[in-house]
């Protein structure tokens, strides 16, 4: 794992494969980079170089609790440049859960220009519906916002999520025992509010419009469970225009979250779906 400084913050990352075209991933939620290791080595195993990397907050990067923006909007600045640190411009964008929101914010915020900087867009699990909009806030901002009320930022320390964070990087407990409660649930809040504000959209943060405009190919996997429902990831595939579906032989389940984990007998499967659409948008290209 190698470390870069990027806007201020260290960010963790990882290349996996030498050559060929890149591919960066996001895993969802606040989870670390390594829930996408044996899936980014299958497709590097197939001629890619995958760009995987712990966003701000998450894994072993820094913990940085500022800014007017909303979180995924600093992770996509984040990626923007560390993308371009690496000189691995243009790429393919993709992820899963709220790394799929933020791959097509990314093309949103930064895939438009000139140098037409995605390739294409590789989502699954699409997050988005009543469900989602109610679970989610709660489960990124809501707890640790009371968790500061109660007990300050020593109980933010000692929520779970942040037990792992301080242990992948142990500077982060001296970052957050230095904020004051205040300020930290200010900008919880803030990101809070921004996030919420998505919810009732189609793909939660992307409007229909935003999703009709998408002029890079697509290939959408749909999700299974309460959060990531497969009623989600076909809306995103029946409003991108031109986009590919692919749905797994699975169901869905009355959970509220399947983790990803249990998605590993489909790894070899979804490898093999972004590698052929990849591969198709090269052949066209050189064509």
């Known amino acids: ?24 991933l996001t895993p969802g939620g606040r989870r670390s980079h390594h829930e996408f290791l044996p899936l980014s080595r ?5 001629g890619f170089r995958v760009f995987l990397h712990d966003r701000r907050n998450t894994g072993a990067s820094d913990i940085l609790i500022e800014g007017d923006e909303g979180e995924e909007s600093l992770w996509i600045d984040d990626l923007h440049e560390l993308l ?5 411009l243009p790429a ?5 859960s709220a790394g799929a929101r933020m791959s097509i914010r990314y093309y949103l915020r ?8 995605v390739r294409g867009l590789l989502l699954f699990r699409v997050t988005g519906g009543a469900f989602a909009a109610g679970r989610l806030p709660e489960n990124y901002y809501g707890q640790f916002i009371r968790a500061a009320e109660q007990g300050g930022m020593e109980a933010v320390c000692a929520t ?7 242990k992948a990087n142990p500077k982060n407990r001296a970052r957050l025992m230095a904020m004051k409660p205040e300020h930290y649930i200010d900008v919880m809040a803030r990101w809070r509010e921004q996030f919420s504000a ?13 999703l009709r405009s998408i002029k890079v190919p697509a290939v959408v996997i749909p999700g299974n469970d309460k959060t990531h429902a497969s009623a989600s990831g076909r809306t995103a595939a029946k409003l991108i225009p031109g986009s590919q579906l692919h749905e797994l032989s699975i169901a869905d389940q009355d959970v509220d979250l399947i983790p990803f984990d249990q998605w590993a007998p489909y790894e070899d499967e979804i490898a093999r779906v972004f590698v052929d659409f990849m591969r198709g948008i090269a052949m066209r290209r050189t064509g």
């Open 1 to 24: 794992m190698s470390i870069a400084l990027v806007r201020g913050i260290n960010i963790a990352y990882e290349i996996i494969g030498n050559d060929g075209p890149w591919v960066a």
């Open 42 to 46: 299958r497709i590097a195993a197939a």
């Open 84 to 88: 371009k640190q690496q000189n691995a």
């Open 92 to 96: 393919f964008i993709g992820g899963s």
């Open 110 to 117: 930064h895939g438009q220009d000139v140098r037409q900087d």
């Open 160 to 166: 779970e999520q942040y037990q792992e964070r301080i």
């Open 198 to 210: 998505g919810g009732h959209l189609p793909v939660m943060g992307v409007t229909e419009a935003e």
